[in-house]
């Protein structure tokens, strides 16, 4: 059976449209669970986004929520089958590496809904995928640090090497080369979301060799590489959410994915009765990805740039590279890490 690919919608009216409307005594009797990957709930990224959305849920929608740490990918069935042995009414796993855990939960369990960010692999009725256009922000933050650069050298952490993780190398790579074609990019596989010292030493191998802004799509391990920038004195670049609370002097900008949006979303759908199986995708021009609203450090020649670049991704003067076949027929073999 092909997948459902749920259309979002490309408007903000219609965006609205979109999510059911519910109340607080429509959510009384739903109880949803989250299920967080090895970064844990606290990871000022994807993960907290995700318990961020849940909570609003809970406090607008009135449903019981609660959610489960995994400390090792070994956490992951157990954590789901707790959540389902509980008759929660939906379980919502955080990230791609819950994949197989959560099909095989979805596969035994066909009366309980589950929600799996950042995978679509799972074709089951009961099974919702929550996928992110994180080329798109990727590339406005990589335009960003193209054009704020002092050395024409800039850096990049990636938390794992895969297909989902790449398209943050690939949107950071074509902004950052359309804004500045002469741009050094240095990139580091971290093999991790959840080891901060790597991403340390990963961001300070780059500041030795002459960068100065350095993006992270590493989950955990990106507060390595933040504390690394900041000691340095540069800029770091953060992910998932606005990450600029974390070192308000250091970080110019984020890569936002509305993690949180999508996991209220689903909940909405949820009580409404409407939540179906198959794809969602979330874009730029749904307001899905976007750039952070934090821009104290970005003088405003950069931010009418970025503004622009932004319209013409909407408007599809732009395209966002969002694999390696369409990215090298643009731009070559720059992007090394896949």
Not at 32 to 59: C, I, K, P
Request: glycine share 8%; aromatic share 8%; proline share 2%.
């Amino acid at each position: 059976m092909n997948k459902k690919v749920l259309a979002v919608v490309l408007t903000t009216a219609m965006a609205a449209m979109a999510v059911p409307t519910v109340s607080m005594a429509d959510g009384e009797e739903f109880k949803v669970g989250l299920v967080t990957d090895v970064g844990g709930v606290n990871d000022g990224s994807f993960n907290q986004s995700a318990w961020e959305g849940l909570q609003r849920a809970m406090d607008e929608l009135g449903i019981e929520a609660n959610y489960l740490e995994s400390s090792t990918d070994a956490d992951y069935i157990p954590n789901i089958e707790t959540f389902i042995d509980e008759e929660y009414d939906l379980v919502i796993s955080v990230g791609y590496m819950l994949a197989d855990a959560t099909r095989a939960a979805a596969e035994e369990n066909p009366d309980c809904k589950f929600a799996i960010i950042d995978d679509s692999s799972i074709d089951l009725d009961n099974v919702t995928c929550l996928m992110f256009r994180q080329e798109q922000a990727s590339y406005l933050v990589g335009y960003v640090a193209g054009l704020m650069t002092k050395t024409n050298n800039i850096g990049f952490v990636l938390g794992m090497a895969n297909e989902t993780m790449h398209q943050f190398g690939y949107g950071y790579c074509a902004g950052a080369l359309d804004a500045n074609p002469d741009i050094t990019i240095q990139q580091f596989n971290a093999n991790s979301f959840a080891d901060s010292a790597t991403g340390k030493t990963n961001a300070n191998t780059a500041i030795t060799n002459g960068a100065d802004i350095i993006f992270h799509a590493a989950g955990a391990t990106g507060l390595g590489v933040i504390e690394a920038c900041q000691e340095a004195g540069i800029y770091a670049i953060g992910v998932d959410s606005d990450q600029s609370s974390i070192a308000p002097d250091t970080i110019i900008t984020s890569a936002m994915k509305r993690v949180d949006n999508s996991v209220y979303d689903s909940v909405a759908a949820l009580i409404d009765g409407t939540l179906e199986g198959g794809v969602k995708t979330y874009d730029l021009a749904a307001g899905g990805v976007d750039i952070a609203p934090t821009q104290d450090l970005l003088p405003e020649d950069v931010i009418t740039a970025v503004n622009e670049v932004k319209e013409k991704i909407i408007s599809g003067e732009v395209t966002v590279p969002s694999n390696k076949e369409e990215f090298e027929a643009a731009y070559g073999d720059v992007y090394v890490l896949d």
